[in-house]
């Protein structure tokens, strides 16, 4: 189940790289990518007989996990992806953890070790590595690598407030719902607004069946993804993380034809290498 869902969370990078590939922009792939995660969660819950209302008091909250949960960090991977080769995306996205421990002792939720320091270190070498001249094919590309390591960091965010916080007593299949229907309410008007709303009713081809693909694929995968943690612990699942960016770049070199430098190689085993020294021991706790 870990190879499973580790790559079908690795198969949406490329995927995202083939929805921007014939000029599709931001704002109307997020909205249709959360409007068909509504509607394909929504069944799920019905059919489990689980609620669909948001509790008026929390819409604070689904507006939050909506805003850096998706709508910030996906307008900045989708413009990453239209410089950057999809497997390199994928590389930092796997920044989350490093970038999560120094969030988390700020906010006083985990603890300082010379080793998780270690990890950190290992892993920003590793950026100093994808950022070389030569480690992408072109040079200029280099100026996109910031606004991809901006998702992580949105998602590093994300995963210590809810650490820090909680869910105010909300499943996290609930929390998902929610905030991808609140990231479909914001997403339409700025789609529309923007000039980026995307017409289903337009001659189909690889993008817009990619965009499908991917909602789908995350709604699937996420559910899974609750469920191991539920049967094999947090601590278990989160190696999941090492699974994701290794298919994410297996799939894009399937999918792409996508071919890396060895400074592209060699960076995506430092930040592995990091993700390991960052990532909480077995007796430790992860957040929920």
Same mark, same amino acid.
């Given at each position: 189940?870990?190879? &499973?869902?580790?790559?079908?969370?690795g198969?949406?990078m490329?995927?995202?790289?083939?929805?921007?590939s014939e000029?599709y922009?931001?704002?109307? =792939?997020?909205?249709?990518?959360? !409007?068909?995660?509504?509607?394909a969660? %929504?069944?799920?819950?019905?059919?489990q007989?689980?609620?669909?209302? #948001?509790?008026p008091? =929390?819409?604070?909250?689904?507006?939050l996990? !909506?805003?850096? %949960?998706?709508?910030?960090?996906n307008s900045?991977?989708?413009?990453?992806?239209?410089h950057?080769?999809a %497997?390199?995306?994928?590389? #930092?996205?796997?920044?989350?953890?490093?970038?999560a @421990?120094?969030?988390a *002792?700020?906010l006083?939720i985990?603890?300082?070790?010379?080793?998780?320091? =270690?990890?950190?270190v290992?892993g920003?070498v590793?950026v100093? =590595?994808?950022?070389?001249?030569?480690?992408?094919?072109?040079?200029?590309?280099?100026?996109?690598?910031? &606004?991809a390591?901006? !998702?992580p960091?949105?998602?590093?965010?994300?995963?210590?407030?809810?650490?820090?916080?909680g869910?105010?007593?909300l499943g996290?299949g609930?929390v998902? @719902?929610?905030a991808?229907l609140? %990231?479909?309410?914001?997403?339409?008007?700025?789609?529309i607004s923007?000039?980026?709303f995307?017409?289903p009713?337009?001659?189909?081809?690889p993008?817009?069946?990619?965009?499908i693909l991917?909602?789908?694929?995350?709604?699937a995968v996420?559910t899974?993804y609750?469920?191991l943690i539920?049967?094999?612990g947090?601590?278990?699942?989160?190696?999941?993380?090492?699974?994701?960016?290794?298919t994410g770049?297996?799939?894009?070199?399937? *999918?792409?034809?996508?071919?890396?430098?060895g400074?592209?190689?060699a960076?995506?085993l430092?930040?592995?290498?990091?993700?390991a020294?960052?990532?909480?021991?077995?007796k430790?706790?992860?957040?929920?």
């Open positions: 189940m870990l190879l &499973v869902l580790g790559s079908g969370w198969i949406t490329p995927l995202a790289k083939i929805a921007v000029g922009q931001p704002f109307g =792939l997020i909205f249709w990518q959360q !409007a068909i995660g509504v509607v969660l %929504g069944l799920i819950r019905v059919v007989k689980k609620p669909i209302t #948001l509790p008091k =929390l819409l604070w909250f689904f507006l996990i !909506a805003l850096i %949960g998706t709508l910030i960090p900045f991977s989708y413009q990453a992806a239209i950057l080769p %497997g390199v995306v994928a590389v #930092l996205i796997s920044l989350v953890p490093l970038l @421990f120094p969030i *002792l700020g006083g985990d603890r300082f070790t010379g080793l998780r320091l =270690l990890g950190i290992t920003g590793g100093i =590595l994808l950022v070389q001249p030569d480690s992408l094919p072109d040079p200029a590309m280099v100026l996109w690598v910031p &606004v390591i901006a !998702a960091f949105c998602y590093a965010c994300e995963g210590n407030i809810v650490s820090k916080w869910t105010h007593g996290p609930h998902l @719902f929610g991808s609140i %990231g479909a309410i914001l997403a339409l008007p700025l789609a923007t000039g980026q995307i017409d009713r337009t001659d189909w081809g993008p817009e069946y990619a965009i991917s909602a789908l694929v995350h709604v996420y899974g609750v469920w539920g049967w094999a947090s601590v278990f699942a989160a190696q999941i993380a090492y699974v994701v960016t290794g770049v297996i799939w894009s070199m399937i *999918l792409l034809s996508e071919r890396y430098s400074w592209v190689w960076a995506m430092l930040i592995l290498a990091g993700m020294l960052v990532q909480p021991r077995q430790e706790t992860l957040a929920p």
